[in-house]
């Protein structure tokens, strides 16, 4: 019984130098739609759904097989936005269900993808979209991100 106290010890001082070295989860900061940029990522940001348009609804081939692959594959084009302005969310698979015109949803991890030169704002596997109790804004819609278009230029410098 002694040799076990010991090492009791000696183990709660390795957790609480694990704990020590362990960086402490950070407070998300969430950022309004009008600061986001083409091929950023992190972002959080609470929106109101304006309106939601089912592009693809794919039932599976063959009902016998199981897998991600074999599963319906479900995307939505969603106009989203705060009081500062709108942009294009593209909701996958169960984000569909979630993104109801009227609804207010949280957007953690979200990032800009950019389709056919303008920015959609995307949560993958890494994010999580949820719904939230309603907001007191309106949707800023006439300030609509996705409607910029943007070129890729390469700048050669000259030396």
């Given at each position: 019984?002694?040799?076990?106290?010991?090492?009791?010890?000696?183990?709660?001082?390795?957790?609480?130098?694990?704990?020590?070295?362990?960086?402490?989860?950070r407070?998300?900061?969430?950022?309004?739609?009008?600061?986001?940029?083409?091929?950023?990522?992190?972002?959080?940001?609470?929106?109101?759904?304006?309106?939601?348009?089912?592009?693809?609804?794919?039932?599976?081939?063959?009902?016998?097989?199981?897998?991600?692959?074999?599963?319906?594959?479900?995307?939505?084009?969603?106009l989203?936005?705060?009081?500062?302005?709108?942009?294009?969310?593209?909701?996958?698979?169960?984000?569909?269900?979630?993104?109801?015109?009227?609804?207010?949803?949280?957007?953690?991890?979200?990032?800009?993808?950019?389709?056919?030169?303008?920015?959609?704002?995307?949560?993958?596997?890494?994010?999580?979209?949820?719904?939230?109790?309603?907001?007191?804004?309106?949707?800023?819609?006439?300030n609509n991100?996705?409607?910029?278009?943007?070129?890729?230029?390469?700048?050669?410098?000259?030396?």
């Open positions: 019984m002694e040799s076990k106290a010991p090492s009791t010890a000696t183990q709660q001082q390795a957790n609480a130098a694990a704990a020590a070295t362990k960086p402490s989860l407070k998300p900061v969430f950022v309004k739609v009008e600061s986001l940029k083409p091929g950023t990522n992190g972002h959080t940001l609470v929106v109101k759904v304006v309106r939601s348009n089912t592009v693809l609804d794919k039932k599976p081939r063959s009902q016998t097989f199981r897998g991600p692959q074999y599963q319906n594959s479900k995307i939505a084009e969603c989203v936005g705060d009081e500062t302005g709108a942009i294009l969310f593209t909701a996958r698979n169960d984000q569909v269900d979630l993104m109801k015109p009227g609804n207010t949803v949280v957007l953690r991890n979200a990032k800009i993808d950019m389709f056919k030169g303008s920015m959609r704002l995307a949560v993958d596997k890494w994010g999580l979209v949820e719904v939230t109790e309603p907001q007191a804004f309106d949707v800023k819609e006439d991100l996705s409607l910029v278009e943007y070129e890729l230029v390469n700048v050669i410098e000259e030396s």
